[in-house]
């Protein structure tokens, strides 16, 4: 039981590169979401699925892509990565049951130069 | 539209004090959880405590309690003894029903000796 598996850990980009950060749980939790934390700003909503083929924006979407084909993986895809973009990114999921609690990768750290 | 909010940026409290950080939430919705989260400077998010908005007693995990007062849609953290090792940021969250958990901006505690 490996929880939320994030990766990469560290990646740096050039201003209209792409990149997609893995997200992957072995809980078979059907919420999954993604976050961006910068400074001052907490963390903030990108995308979210409440399950596989169901997605939804959150507060920061533009930008970000997702899919959700399978329960166990929801990448985030960055299609032209811009300056602004520089932040860490966390995937989290919850539990279908129970008291909601979101379980937390690790967390990916993103520069965009 | 869900709204958390959390004014503090900053909090002191001498070891072995208690401390109250505040989170003031907005939702329209009958059903929903308000949680608390530790981000020590390692980087990881710690699930702390959870409250369900049906639930009538006050939840507590150790030092830490959660004073919910519903009327004024509050859900302010307490940790009571405080450590040194409690220094850390806290994030307040809340998931409305089945929706999307949303998070505050944060509050940055330092536990002096």
Known sequence: NAGVTQTPKFQVLKTGQSMTLQCAQDMNHEYMSWYRQDPGMGLRLIHYSVGAGITDQGEVPNGYNVSRSTTEDFPLRLLSAAPSQTSVYFCASIAPSGANVLTFGAGSRLTVL | ?113
Do not use: H
């Not at chain 2, 020590?40 to 049906?54: D, H, K, R, V």
């Not at chain 2, 307040?92 to 999307?100: G, I, L, Q, S, V």
């Open chain 2, 1 to 113: 539209a869900q709204k958390i909010t959390q004014t503090q940026p900053g909090m002191f409290v001498q070891e072995k004090e208690a401390v109250t950080l505040d989170c003031t939430y907005d939702t329209s919705d009958q059903s929903y959880g308000l949680f608390w989260y530790k981000q020590p400077s390692s980087g990881e998010m710690i699930f702390l405590i959870y409250q369900g908005s049906y639930d009538e007693q006050n939840a507590t995990e150790g030092r830490y309690s959660l004073n919910f007062q519903k009327a004024r849609k509050s859900a302010n953290l307490v940790i009571s003894a405080s450590q040194l090792g409690d220094s850390a940021m806290y994030f307040c969250a809340m998931r409305a029903y089945t929706d999307k958990l949303i998070f505050g901006t944060g509050t940055r505690l330092q536990v002096f000796p």
